[in-house]
């Protein structure tokens, strides 16, 4: 593996995760140049089995999770293998863990166990629900989050509608990039005290935060909000409208975006009009707007509008589908669709480092691992002799490809 060149070069990291959040914290801190090594059990992390669709023979969902990283399979059933694991953690800076409570306390390895041994580490738990109050012994999963935090409560086309998840699994990742802030400003610490300490987020927690606006109406109301589609709660017209071949979304809130909307759509009269002269009228007659100004944008096609709204400065946008958002020239100038090599899949796509940084950038260089790939080389970076490297394989203590 090259040398890291990122922010978080020289951090090691010990990634005991699997499918989603705990994997995306670890491509977070990867990409910033810390050395992630991923630990699997023998049959692979469960992503590796989310197939179809595949390339080469490899789980796509997991190579997306999984590139930038190192790749070690032990069987901790097997004490040797336990005794791996032991040795990987004694010199780690960070270990992420998602897995439920009580596993690691029965490997013996709950961060008190090994902040005994190296007081620097940073012990990171993503669960879903965390590790403490009522739920922390429940497993979670991104829909049972989404459906408690309230989000599929605001989400949907409109009220009495069936309640809808945001088609992403944005609990996952958001935890994930949590988990990443978390071990970030912990490692900051340690830098300066010496001393690590433990790194709790969830499921529940990533997708309430995702409430902010929502939550804010209902502290200042006490009404439940309600939801409107692709409408925003607090600023109108902010959504998507039809167009003659598709659909644009529009930003024309406050009251300089609302004219200059009024004059490319040549409405200046709707100024004129007591339901729609200001924002706080403009929502309480939201569906009236709207059923207006998709009359007047279904005139013309979503790329005449969308050059019409550049010109005049007005924020809008095309709804790209995925395979749209991929093409797009904003998203391949800011390096979001990359591609690296796998030794069986060939030459893959996946999605760049979200962040960037002017001295220290981040890189998305290598792949996601094959089952074990690194299984020797990072036994050997622990200590272990070619003989005892063997041994242990032949055990299926550790599993090489």
Not at 11 to 31: F, Q, S, Y
Not at 178 to 195: C, D, E, I, P, R
Not at 259 to 279: H, K, M
């Amino acid at each position: 593996m090259s040398a890291k060149t990122g922010p978080l070069s020289g951090m090691r990291v010990i990634e005991l995760a699997h499918i989603m959040a705990g994997p995306v914290c670890g491509l977070m801190l990867a990409d910033m140049g810390a050395d992630v090594i991923k630990v699997e059990k023998p049959t692979g992390d469960d992503s590796r089995r989310f197939v179809p669709p595949d390339i080469g023979g490899e789980a796509a969902a997991y190579m997306m999770m999984n590139r930038n990283k190192r790749g070690i399979s032990l069987n901790l059933k097997d004490p040797a293998a336990v005794e791996v694991l032991r040795k990987l953690l004694a010199d780690a800076d960070v270990v992420i863990e998602n897995y439920r409570k009580g596993t690691m306390e029965k490997l013996g390895l709950r961060y008190e166990d090994l902040a005994a041994v190296n007081p620097r580490m940073i012990y990171c738990e993503i669960s879903g629900f965390g590790r403490t109050g009522p739920y922390a012994d429940r497993g979670g999963f991104d829909l049972i989050a989404q459906g408690m935090s309230g989000l599929m409560s605001i989400t949907g086309e409109g009220p009495g509608r069936p309640p809808v998840k945001v088609a992403a699994p944005i609990s996952d990742i958001n935890a994930g990039i949590l988990g990443a802030m978390g071990v970030s400003a912990a490692y900051a610490n340690m830098l300066k005290t010496g001393q690590g300490q433990k790194v709790d987020t969830s499921l529940f927690e990533a997708a309430i935060v995702q409430t902010y606006w929502q939550s804010a109406i209902a502290f200042a109301t006490g009404n439940k909000p309600e939801p409107l589609g692709s409408a925003h709660p607090l600023n109108a017209p902010y959504q998507s409208f039809r167009t003659s071949d598709g659909w644009i979304n529009v930003g024309a809130a406050n009251q300089r975006n609302w004219l200059r909307f009024l004059d490319v759509i040549s409405a200046p009269e709707l100024d004129d009009d007591p339901r729609f002269n200001s924002n706080a009228v403009r929502l309480q007659n939201l569906p009236a707007l709207v059923d207006i100004l998709n009359g007047y944008l279904a005139r013309d096609t979503t790329a005449n509008w969308l050059a019409r709204m550049d010109a005049a400065h007005l924020p809008a946008g095309p709804v790209n589908d995925i395979l749209q958002m991929h093409d797009d020239p904003q998203a391949n100038a800011r390096d979001m669709i990359v591609d690296v090599d796998h030794p069986t899949a060939g030459r893959v796509k996946t999605i760049g480092h979200p962040v960037k940084y002017s001295r220290t950038p981040a890189s998305v260089d290598q792949a996601a691992p094959v089952l074990g790939q690194h299984s020797r080389e990072v036994l050997a970076q622990v200590g272990y002799d070619s003989a005892e490297i063997e041994a242990l394989i032949q055990s299926k203590a550790v599993i090489s490809p």
